[in-house]
């Protein structure tokens, strides 16, 4: 009603004379096509309460309305037709509308499930992915005195360390599942700047066959395992040792290894916040089928294990 | 007069390549010191300092076998010490109104000027001991001194025939069975040689609770507590179907709050 009063000063202004006269069958269309509205949202509702309120109750409002709209306001013939449609409506759609709200309502609890997850890991990867301070700085101490005697090799642990910092800062990558190719990548890249530091005492040693490369493996736990190696394994030992990464596929499921020649694990102390961090990420990815397992080698030294379900990335097109 | 003999230094660090840094960068700010020495880790630092006596030890605090700070305890009041480091921020803090010299690796040409200008004045007195810096970088970095107690955090137990080490936050509970304890997962079930008498000495009692002479269990476990036909309390733990029975010395763990 509003714009009615209002159309003949707005066109005025916007200087279009010929809209007033039509203004008023304008605003009738209008409301008709409101009340329509309107009595199809009441219709869908009614609908919806049909479908899921119980017979019980639907007999009770039934009984009453006979009463009530049938009696006080004398009009029994609509009363029994919107009954009898209300029973119709209820035998035939009932179920599978109410199937169809339980399902809207699972999904979108699903979803809100999958983001809260999706939200997590995002969280805890970016925890893991946190490039220690004293490696930075060590390795550029080191490429500061290579510079100066083996400009070559310098030049090689930069490149390195660039390779590194690429795949490691969790802003620097794609978005696209991890595969267990660009993890390896990433930790070798690690290694090679570790072994030049390090020399002798770290002999890294990579079995991953070619075609695991493929699978998909979460991001940065093998990085993780492989500087736990390092920090507390090989490290703290004088002569120093090897260091392990092998792949594998047994029962259907990715298993993926980092062992080492270390001093071995210290059952007590705060070593294992990394490790902790793993199994989160682990139960929250897969859910109860992923697992980290870690090993006291007969020889002395330590081998960690990430255990997950075998799936290949899809190929990515290309760009 | 006597012409003075040319100052003598031993440099500490697990890395050859930082130890090179720091003697080509001494070399041109302090032509005249002699580096007679180069130790790879705290121990045979402090081997070296006793067999040769510098002036003064250039100490990486990260090292193998003995660190940095270990090593600088036994050779207290003997030698003028100079820490290294990359990055700890509670040993910088405590350096910075300390009376003994630190380094940050990468390290800048004038920083270690500075550092060779300072030792040139200290070199005619006596080492300083070091003793309050020293308490307190150990208990910051937790090497040394008086440690806070520390409990299981892991479970070497053997599975099969491999020995794995089983984080405690995984196990539901110990049970004493014949000559060994049960260790039980949600997963699976390991056996370790310990007496529970034994193992509950080194649990953490906010983690564990002794519920049974025969059984402990992970208090983050216990689903609830009930009671059965003989009118005893019973723990039953999420993901097993196993109920322990609580005895009677034990009831008032659960009692009602």
């Given amino acids: 009603m509003n714009t009615d009063q209002r159309n003949p000063g707005t066109d005025n202004i916007a200087g279009r004379g010929q809209a007033s006269g039509d203004s008023r069958p304008m605003g009738i269309g209008q409301a008709f096509r409101e009340i329509r509205n309107g009595i199809v949202v009441m219709w869908w509702g009614f609908f919806d309460w049909v479908a899921v309120v119980s017979w019980k109750a639907l007999l009770l409002v039934s009984f009453l309305g006979l009463i009530l709209v049938g009696g006080i306001f004398k009009l029994p013939t609509f009363t029994s037709l919107v009954i009898v449609s209300a029973f119709i ?7 599978k509308r109410r199937a169809e709200r339980a399902a809207d309502e699972a999904t979108k609890r699903a979803e809100t499930e999958q983001l809260e997850r999706t939200v997590l890991e995002a969280r805890m990867e970016a925890l893991q992915a946190q490039i220690e301070p004293h490696f930075l700085f060590n390795t550029l101490g080191s490429i500061d005195q290579l510079i100066q005697t083996d400009p070559p090799r310098a030049s090689r642990m930069q490149q390195s360390l660039i390779r590194y910092l690429r795949s490691a800062m969790p802003q620097m990558r794609d978005g696209s599942r991890p595969t267990l190719g660009q993890q390896v990548n990433l930790c070798s890249a690690f290694l090679e700047i570790m072994g030049m530091r390090m020399e002798g005492r770290l002999q890294p040693v990579l079995i991953v066959p070619e075609g695991l490369k493929s699978a998909i493996f979460p991001s940065m736990m093998l990085q993780t395992l492989v500087e736990n190696a390092i920090k507390h394994g090989l490290e703290p030992k004088p002569e120093g040792g090897k260091l392990e990464i092998a792949a594998e596929i047994a029962d259907g499921r990715l298993a993926v290894h980092v062992s080492d020649t270390g001093v071995g694990f210290m059952p007590k102390g705060e ?3 990394g490790l902790a961090n793993i199994r989160e990420r682990l139960k929250v990815l897969y859910n109860g089928r992923a697992e980290l397992i870690i090993t006291v080698l007969p020889a002395g030294g330590t081998c960690a294990t990430i255990t997950v379900p075998y799936q290949v990335a899809p190929a990515t097109p290309p760009a | 007069m006597q012409p003075q003999p040319a100052p003598t230094a031993v440099v500490a660090d697990d890395e050859r390549l930082m130890r090179d840094q720091i003697i080509s960068r001494l070399k041109d700010a302090w032509p005249e010191l002699v580096i007679v020495g180069e130790a790879g880790n705290g121990r045979e630092a402090v081997a070296m300092v006793q067999g040769l006596e510098p002036d003064i030890v250039f100490l990486d605090i990260s090292m193998p076998e003995m660190n940095g700070i270990d090593a600088a305890r036994a050779l207290a009041g003997r030698v003028h010490v100079v820490f290294v480091t990359a ?11 300390g009376a003994v010299d630190y380094l940050l690796k990468p390290s800048e040409p004038e920083r270690v000027a500075l550092t060779c200008q300072r030792l040139r004045e200290r070199l005619s007195q006596k080492p300083d001991p070091m003793s309050g810096l020293l308490a307190q970088l ?8 008086v440690k806070p107690r520390e409990y299981l955090r892991w479970v070497q137990a053997s599975v099969g025939a491999a020995i794995r080490m089983i984080p405690t936050g995984e196990i539901l509970f110990f049970r004493a069975e014949d000559k060994y ?3 039980q997962t949600q ?25 049974h002479r025969s059984t402990v269990v992970r208090v983050d476990a216990i689903e609830q507590v009930s009671r059965n036909l003989r009118g005893n309390q019973v723990v039953h733990v999420k993901g097993s179907d196993e109920k322990l029975e609580v005895s009677r010395s034990f009831n008032h763990l659960f009692k009602q709050m």
Avoid: C, M, N
């Avoid at chain 1, 409506?89 to 179920?95: D, F």
């Avoid at chain 2, 150990?138 to 001194?145: E, P």
């Avoid at chain 2, 310990?194 to 519920?211: R, S, V, Y």
């Fill in chain 2, 187 to 211: 997963r699976f079930e390991a056996l370790i040689r310990k007496p529970i008498k034994e193992l509950i000495d080194e649990l953490d009692p906010d983690e564990f609770w002794q519920i």
């Fill in chain 2, 138 to 145: 150990s208990q910051r970095l937790g090497a040394g001194g």
């Fill in chain 2, 87 to 97: 990055h700890d921020e509670y040993a910088i803090s405590a350096f910075e109104h």
């Fill in chain 1, 271 to 273: 070593a294992g916040v």
């Fill in chain 2, 181 to 183: 304890t049960r260790v």
């Fill in chain 1, 89 to 95: 409506i209820k035998v035939v759609a009932g179920g």
